[in-house]
């Protein structure tokens, strides 16, 4: 069973943009906020951003902050992200996640579901 499914990948040049989006069901659905983790060959998957479902609150990582926007259509249960300006080192497998606790810290062991990844490329 998919809990979370995401789309939007590609391939683009750097300053490009790309829109991401990640729809929750099933037990996704009962979580508290949703995320974006990456995670680049031979490295940590790191924090990206992550939106509390009900207020709307945001966070984002030094990396991406001011290049990218996170938000959600609680109506579709979608998730997006939205990505300008980007970067070679933006390359990575990006991952839709849900969680319900410390949200805010970004963190892979607090992640109770994860989507499939999908792949972006920044090419200079």
């Known amino acids: 069973q998919v809990q979370l499914a995401e789309s939007g990948g590609g391939s683009v040049q750097s300053g490009g943009s790309l829109r991401l989006s990640c729809v929750a069901s099933?037990?996704?659905?009962?979580?508290?906020?949703l995320s974006w983790f990456r995670q680049a060959p031979g490295k940590e998957r790191e924090g990206v951003a992550t939106?509390?479902?009900?207020?709307?609150?945001?966070h984002y990582s030094d990396s991406v902050k001011g290049r990218f926007t996170i938000s959600r259509d609680n109506a579709k249960n979608t998730l997006y992200l939205q990505m300008n300006s980007l970067k070679p080192e933006d390359t990575a497998m990006y991952y839709c996640?849900?969680?319900?606790?410390?949200?805010?810290?970004?963190?892979?062991?607090?992640?109770?579901?994860w989507g499939q990844g999908t792949q972006v490329t920044v090419s200079s």
């Open positions: 996640a849900a969680h319900s606790y410390f949200c805010s810290l970004l963190q892979p062991r607090n992640i109770d579901f």
């Open positions: 099933g037990n996704a659905l009962s979580t508290n906020c």
């Open positions: 939106i509390y479902k009900g207020v709307g609150t945001t």
